[in-house]
């Protein structure tokens, strides 16, 4: 039996791609450029703007997210964790710099760089930064193993980013950070006395913030109205009432492509960026959102294979951090549009327009597929953890 030592070198027809976890990506991407363009065309005709400005936008994005994707794919996951530490401090750099006068300000949150022709997000290159520093600094512990002191130092490598993206203010990749930590000790051997502790203190935290007035008067709205759906339905719920209306209104085939009232009268905010879902949920019926978190599930399902196969701890973690953070995504934003949670600004991956959204998540899908490329084989020993 061969050890992982002798695992380098390897025929050219083993190295592929998961050609399912691919299939799910191109097919939810194909899927997305389909709804910006029926959720946008109408608004930007009437306004008589080119009907496929958002399309084409997004679709440039699309072509340049193939290419990361393949980059990423073809860096060894042993270079992703050399690469790990100043991939982490490069986004550390950049969420300072996009907090200084540099940074580009848009309906009240400070969150872009400008780059001339493209402008740059520096939370979304933090979080596969986030993962991988993570999957580093916890892949030398032996399971049931984990020290507070590590648990602490996971904590605040995770918190640091958390708390500049905070400021933004960006309330929901502040949480996505915080729930892939969690994930990522769980996976890493955190005991669940551990565990229950950190999200106690995130838990305070939070409630210091709110006793402190940190969060901004829109995130209090929101969490108001959620919490007292009756009582401001008519004003802070306006954006889910309307969500709702337009997913109910739905029915089991949608309306067809172009013919959602809500979303292509602007009912519905954000149609093709936080409240895609429901654009989609309107034109394309249960059946179109259900096909769509089935496609999600089969991609977040791929990943926790592929971290079961992981041929090392950091690439095992790695994987599973990318699937918590692809998981949080899906059930914070669907769970936004139909009411059981409430607005936190998250988008869906692969179908909301933006480009350093999707470009990160397709590098995050690469170093995922980069893993599963360079597997543990049958016949091959795996890491003993």
Do not use: C
């Amino acid at each position: 039996m061969r050890t992982m030592a002798g695992v380098e070198l390897r025929k050219r027809s083993e190295v592929k791609p998961d050609l399912v976890l691919i299939g799910a990506v191109a097919a939810l991407s194909a899927l997305g450029l389909v709804m910006i363009f029926s959720a946008t065309a109408p608004r930007l005709g009437a306004a008589g703007e080119s009907r496929s400005s958002e399309l084409v936008s997004q679709a440039v994005f699309v072509v340049l997210g193939v290419f990361v994707l393949i980059a990423a794919s073809a860096i060894s996951d042993r270079t992703w964790q050399s690469l790990a530490p100043m991939i982490y401090g490069i986004a550390l750099i950049l969420l300072l710099v996009v907090i200084s006068p540099v940074g580009v300000v848009r309906q009240g949150a400070q969150r872009w760089i400008s780059l001339g022709i493209i402008d740059l997000q520096p939370s979304e290159v933090a979080k596969p930064a986030v993962v991988m520093a993570l999957a580093l600094l916890l892949a030398p512990i032996e399971e049931n193993r984990m020290r507070w002191f590590r648990v602490a130092k996971a904590v605040a490598l995770a918190a640091i980013p958390a708390g500049l993206v905070f400021f933004q203010p960006d309330l929901g990749t502040a949480l996505v950070f915080g729930f892939v930590t969690v994930v990522m000790l769980f996976v890493g051997g955190t005991s669940f006395r551990q565990i229950a502790l950190v999200i106690v203190g995130a838990a305070i935290a939070l409630v210091m913030a709110l006793e402190l007035g940190v969060l901004h008067d829109y995130q209090v709205n929101r969490l108001v109205g959620f919490l007292n759906t009756d009582e401001h339905s008519l004003s802070l719920n306006y954006n889910q009432n309307q969500s709702q209306i337009a997913i109910g209104s739905g029915g089991l085939f949608g309306q067809g492509l172009f013919g959602g009232t809500q979303t292509n009268l602007a009912f519905v905010p954000s149609q093709s960026t936080d409240f895609i879902f429901t654009a989609l949920a309107e034109q394309l019926g249960f059946v179109g959102g259900a096909l769509v978190l089935g496609l999600f599930a089969v991609m977040i399902w791929r990943m926790l294979l592929i971290a079961n196969f992981a041929r090392d701890r950091f690439a095992q973690l790695t994987a599973a951090g990318i699937a918590a953070m692809f998981a949080f995504h899906v059930f914070v934003n669907v769970g936004m549009t139909v009411g059981i949670l409430p607005v936190t600004g998250i988008p869906l991956p692969f179908l909301s327009a933006g480009g350093s959204f999707y470009m990160s998540m397709m590098l995050a899908v690469g170093v995922v597929n980069s893993i599963w490329m360079r597997r543990v084989r049958p016949g091959q020993r795996p890491f003993t953890g």
